[in-house]
């Protein structure tokens, strides 16, 4: 079936790392992705990783999978307040399946 | 390059009326594809458009139609609107829609009163 689970909110204090982890299904997805949610906004695609890889990194962001788990989680380092957002993930085949998101407050 | 353009950004309709939908995809990019977005449901998959066609489609009514024009650009249809119809819709646009990156336009937000 089709289903990505992601726990609902994370709290961080500012300059800690943040950790977001997302749960799938379907092991033929081929790519995963990741966007963020700012309030009133769509959806910015952060980034994604092919799933015959084991990690990707883009600056502060760190895509791990774990495909034998079916385990994607995003590190997102020096956490800041403008990270504050809502952050999906999302498998794909022939179409996108997202995650319920999960809210990241930043704070002081 | 300009990104994925949505029209208009926000509506209010009247339950029992009609309602179209706008999105220009990124230049080059001829994939179209509409998700829903609600509170309760989160996002859903509505359906796709590739060079015209409809190639995917998600587990909506016939109330809600698309269709895409030779430039890309694609439209979607909801007819006799209801309450539960309120919700962001977003259009993403893609080079292929088949594992390549989706790039998504700011949303249509839609009241329904």
């Known amino acids: 079936g089709e289903d990505v689970e992601q726990s609902l909110f994370l709290s961080v204090r500012e300059g800690d790392s943040s950790v977001i982890n997302c749960t799938y299904t379907d092991s033929s997805s081929t790519y995963l992705y990741w966007y963020k949610q700012e309030p009133g906004a769509g959806l910015q695609l952060l980034t994604y990783i092919f799933s015959n890889m084991d990690m990707k990194q883009d600056q502060r962001l760190t895509v791990l999978l774990n495909k034998k788990d079916k385990h994607l989680s995003l590190r997102i380092a020096d956490t800041q307040t403008g990270d504050s957002a809502i952050y999906f993930c999302?498998?794909?085949?022939?179409?996108?399946?997202f995650g319920t998101g999960t809210r990241l407050q930043v704070f002081p | 390059k300009a990104g994925v353009t949505q029209t208009p950004r926000y509506l209010i309709k009247t339950r029992g009326q009609q309602v179209t939908l706008s999105c220009s995809p990124i230049?080059?990019?001829?994939?179209v594809s509409w998700y829903q977005q609600t509170p309760g449901q989160g996002l859903q998959f509505l359906f796709e458009y590739f060079s015209e066609t409809q190639r995917n489609k998600g587990n909506f009514p016939g109330r809600f139609s698309g269709r895409q024009f030779s430039n890309s650009r694609s439209e979607m249809n909801v007819s006799t609107l209801e309450l539960g119809d309120s919700a962001l819709y977003l259009c993403a646009s893609s080079s292929t829609g088949m594992n390549t990156e989706a790039f998504f336009g700011q949303g249509t937000r839609l009241t329904v009163v």
């Open positions: 999302a498998e794909r085949n022939d179409k996108l399946i």
């Open positions: 230049s080059g990019h001829r994939s």
